[in-house]
Nanobody, 123 residues
Framework: QVQLVESGGGLVQAGDSLRLTCAAS????????MGWFRQTPGKEREFVAA????????YYADSVKGRFTISRDNAKNTVYLQMNSLRPEDTALYYC????????????????WGQGTHVTVSS
């Protein structure tokens, strides 16, 4: 079982950058594919990015492609989400989760959700 803690959120202006961190504890992190999702009040949780266990395969939502980069450091049990050129519509609570059945874009394929970290982008 892996426990996840997200950090790195904050209040920034449009055009700024942030790097989110998802720190994992427990066994087997390097075997898990991972993903980032985000959610705003009253809306469904939305896929942002995913990465396979080795970092060799990545998926992105069209809305963040070219601006966000997902990466991982298995030696540090950590997944990152580098967010550049932030827009007000990126404002959300960002979550990381494991994908025990293979890298995916589908929320129901993910497990072990963290508590999330808030990102607010002002215009």
């Amino acid at each position: 079982q892996v426990q996840l803690v997200e950090s790195g959120g904050g209040l920034v202006q449009a055009g700024d950058s942030l790097r989110l961190t998802c720190a994992a504890s427990g066994r087997g992190f390097s075997n898990y594919d991972m993903g980032w999702f985000r959610q705003t009040p009253g809306k469904e949780r939305e896929f942002v990015a995913a990465i396979n266990w080795s970092g060799g395969i990545t998926y992105y939502a069209d809305s963040v492609k070219g601006r966000f980069t997902i990466s991982r450091d298995n030696a540090k049990n950590t997944v990152y989400l580098q967010m550049n050129s932030l827009r007000p519509e990126d404002t959300a609570l960002y979550y990381c989760a494991t994908a025990p059945y293979g890298v995916s874009r589908v929320e129901s394929d993910f497990r072990s959700w963290g508590q999330g970290t808030h990102v607010t982008v002002s215009s």
